[in-house]
Structure formats: structure tokens, C-alpha cells
């Protein structure tokens, strides 16, 4: 981009404060790598995909206006545009619009200089659609013939002489008059007024019929041209065919007609918010159980799934009847364990288990239907149970703010709806809600949820208003389940995401966790109110779980306490750990159940044999136990005529054959298996649960204005295409020439430096110096030329 770009003016303007906040407002300006100067931000500023991101979080007077600016420079106001002719379309003043456009200079959408409204070069003009008007007159003129001109001319009483500029300019003088359009649709017959009503209030645009526009063109002046309706728009110009049957009304028409005194929407103030007051104490009481009970919820589907995975429909998601079936066993709600399972998911806690396909009847080959998908903890569930409550909240609230996807929203409804991928609006969405919600005022809740989805649409108005409900209205539910918000106001946790800061918010929100547990003598276990991580943790190891709720029971049964038993624990341990989170002494009956398994507990062994070696010859048995080659195997004999091994049949069989015997593989029945050759299947991919990216750490926006500023004086170098051979004189081996080449290609190459192997990419020369991006570093570094070498 060149030094006199209007946008790259501007912001060698700003300041270190401004040129921070701008960076903040437009972050993927300082995606890697890193832009070196003024003129390359200001050149990734003006592609059209970052300004179309950038226009997505714009508040609704900023939209309003940003459309606006589009809509004049459509009509060919491109030298720029004048604050009063926005002021007039939007019916306000001029120093209204001179301050929303100061917010979207922040923005890089729009800047005031010279007095008039200048945008990026990559600006779209689709600001039209935003109003639901039509294209401007110029473009449905712009390839209409000469004759089609002097035929519209003529019905509108024009001058139907001169040349085709000269009837351009008399029709589009004609059609741009206001007051003489609503004269002429005056008189316009009943069936074209309902037809020029439906455009201008309903749609810009509707369909008259298939390739309208050649039948139209054919019949024009020719005795077979009908007076329609249709047609008596078409010809005074009021709407434009197609070819493929669509008829659209330009925008100056539809604004004539919409009035003299009608000005497109400006909403310069949010919506009001009906408040009621909400107790802080009670606020932090339903915020702390809300998130013992996520991290209670979670922990038990997970858990639940090592019992009796949890299957997947063929759209890879878990079907509403799993759902409805998990939440009826686990007395949950439905949007707990679908928050639940989503968490846990992203949080990597769950993985995807997909069985192996049977073979089929034909040699190698299998069969087409796909293989039903379960869930299963992932080999992280363990590590998970392993830290403390406030690590685990943290770890899963981290996840469902960076989570795309509303798991309480409906996807189809929201995916057609909005028509595109859903996933940032979710995101956007989320965070907005949350801000919102920690803005009102404090000790403060919303009574109507409705009216909150208003204001979140006046702050995002770029999404549909249909959908922003849906998703405003699932963000306040996940909000409630995970702890963010009790009773429609921001919780302390709220706070702590928007700040960065989660360990000590959910630190104090697990403390008022239970961690004590009252014993029955009908061997249960009751803990009234959430149980801490750790007593959940130790009552799941010895007791199964029955209920949940505002109360939870364990029952203690003797398969309960073998399995504690089978995973290490012992009598002593037990024991201890019960009494340490007992209300009282532990009764009878239990302590009876836990010696009484313990004593049992071993008195059976059972040892694993990966096969059995069967022979007539006992002293040919001794010499293959005691064979050193075939110590692997882990043979024993455990009759004269019987080993066994620790191996598989198939490993067995393959060493004894290395050692030089002659085995055979034997059936159950005794019988002699038959090898049959078969045509291996690829082996199947493992699968896990899709879960979001980590999120890098944001860039700091001072550190890279400061940086920005200092290079200000410093012009562009690209490397120019056979600069580097006048920098390494002499070195023209293959390696050498290879490695110049890549470098000036700009993209990533692998050099060596001071004993040390490089990635980098974007170089520019200076002097001595090749000023080169590290990719795997995230960084710039300057390295001298003379210290380079080829890999």
C-alpha cells in the first residue's frame, strides 16, 4: 500500500492510546505475522473479509450509519461523503452523525477529513440491503440500451433526442425527483400501485415470471406490449427486470415512495431494561451451588459413561432420547447434562470410541454400513478427578467461554436461520451477554429476558433478530447452569471472565461446597446441599450414587466397597477417610460390610494366561519350559503335559517355530485351525470429541502501537527478486541457490544460524541485516547475512 493511502494518513495521526484501542477493536490486523509499519496495517485494515468481521460487532447506530456512508458511495459519492447528506437520509443532526462516526473511526470504518466521511478502499457498498432497498438507478441504467432509453423517455413525456448520455442523465434527473416520482405513481393503475406497495414496504425485490426481462425487451414499442401492471412500472422505469424473472425497484424510487418525510431507522440510544433488586448474598449463594453442581453433573456423566457408553446418532451428536435419559437417572435437568456433555467434551474429557468392523463374507473386504460411535472417558478424566474443585471450575468455565456453540440452542433452527456457520455468532453472542449482564447496575437483575434480547440487538445488530433470541435466551440458561449469573445478574465468576482472572472467583465459589456426609444405618450415605470434589470423589470410590439434587445419596453395597478394594484401597484407609467426613460416628452395619469384604476380599486368586501349550511327551515339555529362547513366553507348566504362557496363541506359535519345533494351532474342540490368508483392513482413525482450539494469548495492543510508532520513518523494503545473490557473493552451489530462492519467495524456510536451525519467512534486507519473521517464535529478529547458512 502506498504511503498516501487515506486510512494509512489516519493512522500515522494517532496516538499511542488511539492506535492501541483501534488494534483492540480490530485484532486480526495483528494476526501472524505481525505487520511491520503503518502502510501493512493499514493494508490488512482494508481487506474486505477483516472490515466484514469488523462490521459484525458494530452497535446499531453505527451499523445504521456505516450503511448509510455505503448507500452514497453506491450512488457515486466515492471522493467522499457529506456528514449532512447521512444527517438527511437518517433525520438527525450533524453532530450526531460526527460522533458516531468518530466511534467507527476507532474501528477503521469511517474518519472525517477534510469534512467529509472517508472509508477503507476494500469498504463494500451493500449498505442498501441493511434498509431492504434496492441497487442504486445508476447500476440497473448502467447496460440498458439507447432504444430501451428513448422508449422510457418517451412514456414519461421526455426528450427523446440527443445522445445516450444525454437521455441517461434526463431519465435518472427525472427518476431522482422525489416529488415528480410520487406524482406520477399517483395515477398508477390498482394492480401496479399493490405491486410498487409491496416493493417499497415488503421487499426490494419479487418475481414477475421467467426471463421477464426478454419478453419485456421483445414486446417494447411493438404492438404485442400489454399495459400490465408489470409492465406499467417497467416502462416509467419504476422497476428493473432480469433474466431470471426477478424484478427489483432501485433505491431512489423506493425512498421517494416511502415518503417525504420518512428517514431510514437511527437508534443512537440503547433500549431501556426493566431492573428489580437482587440481594449480592443471594447472588453469590446460587452462583457457588450452581457451580458445585456443573462440576457434580459433569463429573457423573463422565463417570456413567465408563459404565454404559454413551452412543452417538449418525449426525455425530448425542440423540435428545440419550439426553432425556441421562438427565432421568441423574435427576438433572435436560440443559444440565447437555451443558454437561458439551463441557466435557471440549474440555477433552470424553473421547469418541468406534467398535471394529466385523469382516464380511467376502476375502478383505467390509461392510458399508458405518459403525455405530460411542463415548467413553477420555485417558484425561483421571488427571481431571485429580485436581482440586477450583481448578476443575476454572478448567470448565475457560471452555464454555470459548466454546462456539450454544449447546442449549437448537442447531437446525439456528443454522437455517442464519444461513451460514453459526459458530462465531454463537461466540459473539456469549461474551455480549455476559458483558451486558456485569453492566447493569449493581445489585440489580433483569426481570424480562425479552427485553434483555433487545438490547443485545441494539449492540448486535449485524445477526438476525430471530436467532439473536434464540441464542440471547440459550446464553442466559448456560449462564445459570455454570454459575456466571443467579437470578438474571452477573455473579462474581461473570466478573472474573471478562477480567481474566478465574482462580481465586472460583476458589471462593467452591468453598461453600459440603464436605461432610451423613451415615445411615441402611447403609447410605446423605449429603445435604453440593458435595466438595473430594467427598464426591471418595463416596463414588466405595458407594453408588442413587440421587441427586438439593440432596445426594450413596448406597454402600458389597460389590461397592470389593471395587474399592480391587482399585487398592485398603480396611485401615477406608475406614479412616469415612470417619474423617462423617456427621458422627459411623454405624454398625457399615463398618460390619467393610471388614466383612475385606476379610473375603483375595481369597481367590486369578491369574491371566494369554494361551495354553499342550503336548503327549512330558519330557519335551520340560525342554521348551526351560528353553532361555523362549523365556519371553513366561512359560509354566502347571501339569506334566500343560504349559502356559503369558502370550497370545498367535506369538506363542512364532517363537516355538523360531526355536525350531513344529506346533500346531489347536481349537477348543481340538480340532486343527486352518490358517487362511486374509487382505489386512486399514486400521480405523481415532477419533476425538471436536473441541475448540486453545486460544492463543491475546496480542498486547500498547506493545504493538509503541512498536507501530517507532517504525513509522522507516519505508518499506521488500526483497526484491535476485537481491540476495549481490548478498552472498560467490555462493552458487545448489544449497545455496536453493536457499536464496526460498528466502525471496517469502514463505517459510529452514536455515541455519549461530549453530542454531530456524523457520522463517517474510524477510526483508537491510544492509547487513535480513529483518525475518520466526514463525515456530512468534516473533521478529534481525539476523546477520554473513551468519547464515543452508541446512
Same mark, same amino acid.
Given at each position: 500500500m502506498e504511503p498516501e493511502e487515506p486510512l494509512v494518513g489516519l493512522l500515522i495521526k494517532l496516538n499511542r492510546g488511539e492506535l492501541a484501542e483501534l488494534l483492540a477493536n480490530r485484532p486480526d490486523a495483528l494476526d501472524a505475522p505481525w505487520p511491520r509499519r503503518m502502510s501493512d496495517l493499514g493494508d490488512r485494515l482494508c481487506q474486505p473479509e477483516s472490515i466484514e468481521l469488523a462490521i459484525t460487532k458494530l452497535t446499531a447506530p453505527e451499523l445504521q450509519v456505516l450503511s448509510v456512508i455505503q448507500l452514497k458511495i453506491a450512488q457515486g459519492d466515492h471522493e467522499g461523503v457529506a456528514v449532512s447528506a447521512v444527517a438527511e437520509l437518517l433525520g438527525t443532526t450533524d453532530r450526531a452523525i460526527g460522533e458516531v462516526v468518530g466511534a467507527l473511526s476507532r474501528h477503521a470504518l469511517a474518519w472525517l477529513e477534510y469534512g467529509v466521511i472517508q472509508v477503507p478502499t476494500g469498504m463494500p457498498t451493500n449498505g442498501h440491503r441493511r434498509f431492504r432497498l434496492g441497487r442504486p438507478l445508476a447500476h440497473e441504467?448502467?447496460?440498458?440500451?439507447?432504444?430501451?432509453l428513448k422508449a422510457k423517455c418517451a412514456v414519461?413525456?421526455?426528450?427523446?433526442?440527443?445522445?445516450r448520455q444525454e437521455l441517461y442523465d434526463s431519465l435518472v434527473d427525472y427518476l431522482r425527483d422525489g416529488a415528480r416520482v410520487r406524482d406520477l405513481v399517483s395515477v398508477a393503475p390498482d394492480g401496479a400501485a399493490e405491486l410498487l406497495h409491496k416493493l417499497v414496504w415488503e421487499d426490494s425485490e419479487i418475481r414477475l415470471g421467467h426471463s421477464i426481462q426478454h419478453t419485456h425487451y421483445a414486446q417494447l414499442g411493438s404492438p404485442l406490449h400489454r399495459e400490465t401492471p408489470a409492465n406499467w412500472v417497467i416502462d416509467r422505469g419504476l422497476v428493473y427486470p432480469s433474466y431470471s424473472g426477478v424484478a427489483s425497484m432501485p433505491l431512489e424510487i423506493g425512498l421517494a415512495l416511502r415518503g417525504r418525510d420518512y428517514h431510514l431507522p437511527f437508534t443512537p440510544d440503547p433500549p431501556q431494561v426493566a431492573l428489580c433488586p437482587v440481594a449480592p448474598e443471594r447472588v453469590a449463594t446460587e452462583s457457588s451451588a450452581a457451580a458445585l453442581r456443573l462440576l457434580d453433573r459433569v463429573v457423573t456423566v463422565v463417570g456413567s459413561a465408563a459404565v454404559e457408553a454413551i452412543p452417538l446418532i449418525k449426525t455425530g451428536r448425542i440423540g435428545a432420547r440419550t439426553i432425556a435419559k441421562l438427565a432421568k437417572e441423574l435427576g438433572a435437568e435436560i440443559d444440565e447434562i447437555r451443558v454437561a456433555l458439551d463441557l466435557a467434551g471440549a474440555t477433552g474429557l470424553l473421547a469418541v470410541e468406534i467398535p471394529m468392523m466385523p469382516e464380511s463374507s467376502g476375502r478383505g473386504r467390509r461392510p458399508a454400513s458405518k459403525p455405530p460411535e460411542f463415548l467413553h472417558p477420555s485417558d484425561d478424566f483421571p488427571?481431571?478427578?485429580?485436581?482440586?474443585?477450583?481448578?476443575?471450575?476454572?478448567?470448565?468455565?475457560?471452555? @464454555? @467461554?470459548?466454546?462456539?456453540?450454544?449447546?442449549?440452542?437448537?442447531?437446525?433452527t439456528v443454522r437455517a436461520t442464519l444461513g451460514e456457520d453459526p459458530h462465531e455468532a454463537h461466540e459473539l453472542v456469549r461474551h455480549l451477554a455476559v458483558r451486558l449482564l456485569a453492566g447493569l447496575e449493581p445489585g440489580t437483575g433483569l426481570i424480562d429476558p425479552e427485553q434483555f434480547a433487545a438490547l443485545a440487538a441494539w449492540h448486535l445488530p449485524a445477526i438476525s433478530g430471530d436467532i439473536l433470541r434464540v441464542l440471547v435466551a440459550a446464553t442466559l440458561t448456560e449462564a445459570r447452569i455454570v454459575g456466571v449469573s443467579a437470578s438474571y445478574a452477573a455473579s462474581d465468576l461473570a466478573f472474573a471472565l471478562l477480567r481474566g482472572n478465574l482462580e481465586q472467583a472460583a476458589e471462593t465459589a467452591v468453598s461453600n461446597a459440603c464436605g461432610s456426609a451423613l451415615f445411615g444405618t441402611?447403609?447410605?450415605?446423605?449429603?445435604?446441599?453440593?458435595?466438595?470434589?473430594?467427598?464426591?470423589?471418595?463416596?463414588?470410590?466405595?458407594?453408588?450414587r442413587e440421587t441427586q439434587g438439593s440432596a445426594s445419596t450413596w448406597r454402600f453395597s458389597p460389590a461397592s466397597v470389593r471395587r474399592a478394594y480391587d482399585n487398592g484401597a485398603s480396611l485401615d484407609g477406608v475406614l479412616e477417610t469415612l470417619r474423617a467426613v462423617a456427621r458422627g460416628e459411623l454405624p454398625q452395619p457399615l463398618t460390619y460390610l467393610l471388614n466383612d469384604v475385606a476379610r473375603r476380599h483375595g481369597e481367590v486368586g486369578v491369574t491371566d494366561v494369554g494361551c495354553v501349550v499342550v503336548g503327549e511327551d512330558p519330557a519335551l515339555l520340560a525342554e521348551i519350559a526351560a528353553h532361555r529362547k523362549l523365556a519371553k513366553l513366561g512359560l509354566r507348566a502347571i501339569a506334566p503335559t500343560v504349559l502356559t504362557s503369558t502370550m497370545d496363541a498367535a506369538t506363542t506359535l512364532a517363537a516355538l517355530r523360531d526355536s525350531g519345533y513344529a506346533p500346531v494351532h489347536r481349537a477348543d474342540d481340538g480340532t486343527v485351525v486352518i490358517r487362511e490368508e486374509r487382505i489386512a483392513p486399514p486400521p480405523e482413525p481415532e477419533y476425538a470429541?471436536?473441541?475448540?482450539?486453545?486460544?492463543?494469548?491475546?496480542?498486547?495492543?500498547y506493545a504493538h502501537a509503541d512498536r507501530l510508532i517507532a517504525a513509522t520513518g522507516r519505508p518499506p523494503k521488500p526483497l526484491k527478486r535476485g537481491a540476495l545473490m549481490n548478498v552472498f557473493p560467490g555462493k552458487r552451489t545448489a544449497a545455496w541457490v536453493r536457499l536464496i530462492l526460498q528466502l525471496e519467495s517469502g514463505f517459510p524456510v529452514i536455515i541455519g544460524y549461530q549453530g542454531e536451525t530456524l523457520v522463517v519467512s517474510d524477510p526483508e534486507l537491510d544492509g547487513d541485516y535480513l529483518d525475518v519473521w520466526l514463525p515456530k517464535l512468534g516473533e521478529y529478529r534481525r539476523l546477520d547475512v554473513k551468519l547464515i547458512m543452508p541446512t
Open positions: 441504467l448502467a447496460s440498458i440500451t439507447v432504444e430501451y414519461l413525456g421526455l426528450p427523446t433526442n440527443g445522445r488427571r481431571f478427578r485429580e485436581l482440586d474443585a477450583a481448578a476443575q471450575l476454572t478448567r470448565l468455565l475457560r471452555s @464454555w @467461554w470459548d466454546f462456539r456453540w450454544a449447546s442449549t440452542a437448537d442447531e437446525k441402611d447403609l447410605t450415605a446423605i449429603v445435604t446441599g453440593p458435595p466438595s470434589t473430594e467427598l464426591a470423589n471418595l463416596l463414588d470410590r466405595v458407594a453408588d470429541l471436536p473441541s475448540p482450539q486453545v486460544p492463543a494469548k491475546p496480542e498486547d495492543p
